[in-house]
């Protein structure tokens, strides 16, 4: 029954996992028959239905000149090279039948008709990976980074900063974009027109939410960290998940939104096109180390061999993405190098689903933190590839800030379940050293016992010798009389054998000895066999603490004369049966077979507590019962 839930739940979430990634795919191809929004065509777009705080896309076809910055040069050609698809790269397209290299710079131009504002207004490319300008009417609205005809001085600096341009009451306006890459190839995102101060407050606060959820991940992650090294098992611990969580900080310093933050003071100041590389690195880095996380927080066997295979395959993968031609691969593998670092996520899922009857709840909500986790790295991949038309640069962010919090209550009932086992070793252990106490001094009882016996054999001949003088002498009065004295020191109580288990033989000798000292009549019937399927640590806990419950009661009797203790223990049918009563004279209250009140409750209730304990290891039976002087307990435990 656990294992069809479990496999419920991990479909059920890779179903909601496959949904959400993949629907604002859907939501971006159906976008204007969704919003009724225009999209422009044959460069020109009209807007006459803009309502004044929208968020207008500026996608379609923009008219395209070719190595021209059309309003920073004073010169340039009118006439269009032809219309380009946006978003797209114009590597995908030729000129003079020579296909357009992915470096290199040029402008679009969309002519905007009737489209009016009372407010001010601005142009820009959220989240860009290039060097641009944005022109309305001439007017500069936007720039990002350092344009250049020579390529090797761009620098991109994902950054924009925005300026408000008064819209004039023309019937038609211009809106212009110079771009200049190294490896991007055009305009591959989706250019945005909005109210100037609408777009200003938005990226000011996306920015504010992002340091704060950035400064969260960090956080998390020092207390993983220091969690992770301090309290965790030697044999356990493992470098890959920090490693793994600092390739995940790594990877969100590189984001187009955090790049300009660190680029003179992390990555020596190169451009954000220049550094790409080292993000695909940091991102097939993460998926690879995924095979440890995978194999730590759900004890998947995955072999040395499978591991190679998958540092092998990434490493393909990157030396494809860095040395094949960066216009062969936005033409041919744009897509498709995207699609292929996703097997070994492919891989780990199904082997989880073929383990899933071994999932813990730990497990799942592990499972639930990794799918939340993945679903931000797909969107924010789709994203970043001018993939999504909504605004999800923060998705990535948020789905890690989730599913560190998750991860961190997974590991805080990891470490609740060490701390448990510690805590129960060390009980283990004490009550070790009592049992270790208990044999030393029933051991001590018996030692003190065979040197009488030694003794009163070596003194043995004198006595018959003093004898047979006597008899010679005819004194048998005096012999009578020695004969008595000698029987006294020699009548000592012999030490007991109760049962034929060493361990359980040994507690109650001890615990017999103890009741003798407090003048306690302590009754014993037990057979316990040698092999009995109890530990022995178990066996200790049960026998000892209703023991010595038995003699804290009993001496609470003031009349020596009714202190009393019965113990009878013994196989029958495939049950071992423990049976120990006592008289008391406290009031003690039971319902339901449980301990409800007693003067000694803490002490007395704490024992029962251990007994049950270990009696609900075997699966067996507890019962207590009190009536009027006389307290009760029964145990119950199949045994092999």
């Not at 000895?513 to 806990?541: F, G, H, R, W, Y």
Request: proline share 2%; net charge negative; charged share 20%.
């Amino acid at each position: 029954m656990k294992s069809r839930k479990t496999i419920f739940i991990m479909i059920l979430g890779l179903t909601i996992y496959m949904i959400l990634t993949h629907l604002p795919l859907a939501y971006t191809a159906f976008y204007h028959s969704i919003t009724h929004t225009e999209e422009a065509v044959a460069g020109e777009i009209s807007l006459e239905n803009y309502r004044g705080n929208e968020r207008i896309l500026l996608d379609g076809q923009w008219s395209f000149y070719w190595h021209q910055l059309i309003v920073s040069d004073a010169e340039h050609n009118q006439l269009a090279d032809f219309f380009i698809n946006t978003p797209g790269y114009w590597s995908d397209y030729s000129l003079e039948d020579k296909r357009l290299p992915s470096e290199g710079y040029a402008s679009y131009k969309l002519k905007v008709k009737d489209f009016s504002s009372d407010k001010p207004m601005t142009v820009y490319i959220p989240d860009f990976g290039g060097a641009y300008r944005t022109y309305i009417d001439g007017q500069l609205a936007a720039e990002s980074g350092t344009i250049s005809k020579n390529i090797s001085e761009i620098d991109v600096i994902p950054n924009a900063i925005l300026y408000p341009i008064e819209i004039s009451n023309m019937d038609e306006h211009e809106i212009i974009i110079e771009v200049a890459s190294k490896r991007f190839s055009g305009l591959y995102m989706t250019p945005v027109l909005r109210n100037y101060d609408l777009a200003y407050a938005s990226e000011n606060t996306k920015t504010h939410i992002e340091f704060m959820m950035f400064g969260m991940i960090v956080f998390a992650f020092v207390m993983m960290s220091v969690v992770y090294v301090v309290a965790f098992k030697k044999g356990r611990r493992s470098p890959w998940l920090i490693i793994m969580l600092l390739a995940v900080i790594l990877r969100i310093m590189l984001t187009t939104s955090f790049y300009s933050n660190w680029k003179e003071n992390v990555f020596f100041g190169l451009s954000y096109e220049d550094i790409n590389p080292v993000m695909f690195f940091v991102s097939f880095l993460y998926k690879y180390l995924l095979i440890y996380l995978f194999q730590e927080q759900f004890n998947l066997e995955i072999s040395r061999k499978t591991k190679q295979f998958f540092l092998a395959y990434y490493l393909g993968i990157f030396f494809i993405y860095q040395f094949v031609p960066v216009a062969f691969y936005n033409q041919y593998l744009n897509i498709a190098i995207p699609v292929a670092s996703f097997a070994v996520e492919t891989y780990l899922f199904w082997r989880l689903i073929r383990v899933h009857n071994r999932m813990t709840n730990g497990n799942l909500l592990s499972f639930v933190g990794v799918l939340i986790a993945f679903s931000g790295i797909v969107i924010n991949s789709y994203y970043i590839n001018g993939n999504i038309y909504l605004d999800l640069s923060m998705t990535f962010l948020i789905a890690l800030t989730i599913s560190m919090f998750i991860f961190s209550i997974v590991y805080t009932m990891h470490i609740a379940r060490v701390y448990s086992e510690i805590a129960l070793t060390s009980a283990r252990y004490d009550m070790t050293k009592e049992r270790l106490s208990m044999q030393k001094e029933y051991y001590d009882s018996v030692m003190a016992q065979v040197s009488e016996t030694k003794r009163i054999k070596h003194d043995l001949h004198h006595f018959i010798g003093t004898i047979e003088v006597l008899i010679k002498s005819q004194k048998y009065n005096q012999i009578d009389e020695l004969i008595q004295q000698y029987g006294k020191k020699i009548d000592e109580e012999p030490i007991e054998v109760y049962c034929e288990h060493v361990i359980a033989n040994s507690i109650i000798g001890y615990y017999h000895l103890k009741a003798k000292e407090k003048q306690i009549n302590l009754s014993v019937k037990t057979v316990i066999p040698p092999n009995l399927s109890i530990e022995d640590a178990e066996l200790c806990i049960i026998l000892g603490n209703a023991l010595e419950n038995a003699i804290e009661a009993s001496e609470q009797i003031e009349d020596i004369n009714k202190r009393w203790i019965s113990l009878e223990a013994n196989v029958i049918d495939g049950q071992f049966l423990i049976k120990v009563m006592n008289c008391h004279q406290n009031n003690v209250t039971v319902k339901e077979g449980k301990l409800i009140s007693t003067k000694n409750a803490l002490d007395h209730g704490f024992g029962l507590t251990n007994i049950r304990r270990s009696v609900d290891c075997y699966n067996g039976y507890l019962n207590i019962t009190s009536e009027e002087s006389t307290f009760s307990l029964m145990v119950a435990i199949s045994v092999h």
